[in-house]
């Protein structure tokens, strides 16, 4: 018999009724929904630290400051008779500010371009400079630009076996003519660096990787001045939507075979500027003649 309940004592209160199972569509959506969080964390968990390996081998942080080098502003250097030519696309971040500088001089017959992180890149420029000077001062001769560039890639790798450090996020052009003749160089976030006859990194540089490729061959029996037309001519792809590239906006740098280097930037670069759009009136001339007499 069920328990007798003193005087006085309030009424139990009725049970509750079960609760109603959920609709099946709801328990799909939850399921889907737990899927996908885990997913997610199994996707992010390897990228919290530069040490850390994914299943597939690959070090994330790594990969993210390549991806960051690829959304910097477009930059390219070639290698011709005589010299180097640098050129740079200077971003604004906004219309109240001036133009950042992408062409940093490191020593008479060395300069760099910079896509990525410009606060990394004053870093590592830093660096290169004090390394310059303690070769001159030793020495007595300027410091060759190979040896520089691999301890600059020496310093990249470093940072990615070292869980204390982030990888720099900047990628860097080196152009420099010492005893060995011209060259170019590029170096990655992952330590890695090459040398190129022509090269362009930053955003929307497959534009003006394209012109290198197709007029490669000509650079190396090309004097410097014609070689800054060519550059422009590359940069002019690089630059956003329907905008056109201007002498604000774009910056050369030429390293001459005598060891000597100059900046070009502003009212000085509209000159070359002038003769891209002379060649182009020209080039389209051409081919206007050309339609004409096959019509005819």
Same mark, same amino acid.
Request: aromatic fraction near 6%; proline fraction near 8%.
């Given at each position: 018999?069920?328990?007798?309940?003193?005087?006085?004592?309030?009424?139990?209160?009725?049970?509750?009724?079960?609760? /109603?199972?959920?609709?099946?569509?709801?328990?799909?959506?939850?399921?889907?929904?737990?899927?996908?969080?885990?997913?997610?964390?199994?996707?992010?968990?390897?990228?919290?630290? $530069? @040490? !850390?390996?994914?299943?597939?081998?690959? #070090?994330?942080?790594?990969?993210? %400051?390549?991806?960051?080098?690829k959304q910097g502003s477009a930059c390219l250097g070639l290698v011709g008779k005589d010299g180097v030519v640098l050129a740079a696309l200077k971003r604004q971040p906004n219309e109240l500010s001036g133009h950042q500088k992408k062409l940093l001089k490191i020593d008479d017959h060395l300069v760099i371009a910079v896509a990525g992180l410009n606060a990394d890149a004053r870093t590592l420029a830093k660096v290169m400079r004090t390394?310059?000077?303690?070769? +001159?001062?030793?020495?007595?001769?300027?410091?060759? *630009?190979?040896?520089? $560039?691999?301890?600059?890639?020496? &310093?990249?790798? +470093?940072? @990615?076996?070292?869980? $204390?450090?982030?990888?720099?996020? !900047?990628?860097? #052009?080196?152009?420099?003519?010492?005893?060995?003749?011209?060259?170019?160089?590029?170096?990655?976030?992952?330590?890695?660096?090459? =040398?190129?006859?022509?090269?362009?990194?930053?955003?929307?540089?497959?534009?003006?990787? @394209?012109?290198?490729?197709?007029?490669?061959?000509?650079?190396?029996?090309?004097?410097?001045? =014609? #070689?800054? @037309?060519?550059?422009?001519? %590359?940069?002019?792809?690089?630059?956003?939507?329907?905008?056109? #590239?201007?002498?604000?906006? %774009?910056?050369?740098?030429?390293?001459?075979?005598?060891?000597?280097?100059?900046?070009?930037?502003? /009212?000085?670069?509209?000159?070359?500027?002038?003769?891209?759009? !002379?060649? &182009?009136?020209?080039?389209?001339?051409? *081919?206007?003649?050309?339609?004409?007499?096959?019509?005819?």
């Open positions: 018999p069920p328990p007798r309940q003193p005087r006085g004592a309030p009424p139990a209160a009725p049970a509750a009724p079960a609760a /109603a199972p959920p609709p099946p569509q709801r328990t799909a959506r939850r399921r889907r929904r737990a899927a996908q969080q885990t997913t997610t964390m199994f996707r992010s968990q390897y990228d919290t630290d $530069v @040490t !850390v390996w994914s299943p597939q081998g690959r #070090l994330l942080q790594v990969e993210y %400051a390549m991806e960051a080098v390394e310059c000077l303690n070769h +001159r001062y030793v020495y007595g001769a300027p410091l060759q *630009g190979a040896r520089l $560039v691999q301890d600059i890639a020496d &310093k990249y790798q +470093r940072c @990615t076996q070292t869980y $204390v450090r982030r990888p720099y996020g !900047v990628g860097l #052009l080196v152009a420099c003519c010492d005893a060995t003749g011209p060259h170019l160089y590029e170096t990655c976030p992952s330590g890695n660096f090459s =040398e190129f006859v022509a090269v362009a990194i930053g955003a929307r540089a497959q534009s003006a990787k @394209t012109y290198l490729e197709k007029h490669h061959k000509t650079f190396k029996d090309t004097p410097v001045e =014609e #070689l800054c @037309t060519h550059a422009l001519q %590359a940069l002019a792809g690089c630059v956003a939507g329907d905008k056109e #590239l201007d002498a604000a906006a %774009a910056s050369l740098a030429v390293v001459t075979a005598d060891g000597q280097s100059r900046l070009i930037e502003d /009212a000085e670069v509209q000159k070359y500027l002038d003769l891209v759009e !002379v060649e &182009k009136t020209a080039a389209q001339t051409e *081919g206007m003649e050309l339609e004409g007499g096959a019509s005819a």
